[in-house]
């Protein structure tokens, strides 16, 4: 079995900052690729940015140079650090991750189960 955790959501005013964090955690051989994707009430899921395990990134146009998502290999453990948040901003943030498990060694997408992030103006 293999859990995505998120945490680090809440409330806060136009302009603030949050940092979301996603602990993997289970029968885990290898997280190839770890995300953020978000879905705001009557809209799609959308990615928000995502991070491969060398590093590589990419960000959805309407947060570069607001949002920056890091991870940590050694504790299988992403964020995204939510900087200048804006009204549209809110929406439930999900993490996202490709690994390979332990128990059947195939690569599989997981998701938890979510974090709400709400910003007031």
């Known amino acids: 079995q293999v859990q995505l955790v998120e945490s680090g959501g809440g409330l806060v005013q136009a302009g603030g900052s949050l940092r979301l964090s996603c602990a993997a955690s289970?029968?885990?051989?290898?997280?190839?690729?770890m995300g953020w994707y978000r879905q705001a009430p009557g809209k799609q899921r959308e990615l928000v940015a995502i991070i491969t395990s060398g590093g590589s990134t990419a960000y959805a146009d309407s947060v570069k140079g607001r949002f920056t998502i890091s991870r940590d290999n050694a504790i299988n453990m992403a964020y995204l650090q939510m900087n200048s948040l804006k009204l549209e901003d809110t929406a439930v943030y999900y993490c996202?991750?490709?690994?390979?498990?332990?128990?059947?060694?195939?690569?599989?997408?997981?998701w938890g189960q979510g974090t709400q992030v709400t910003v007031s103006s």
């Open positions: 996202n991750a490709l690994i390979i498990s332990t128990s059947d060694y195939a690569l599989l997408n997981y």
């Open positions: 289970g029968s885990i051989f290898s997280i190839k690729a």
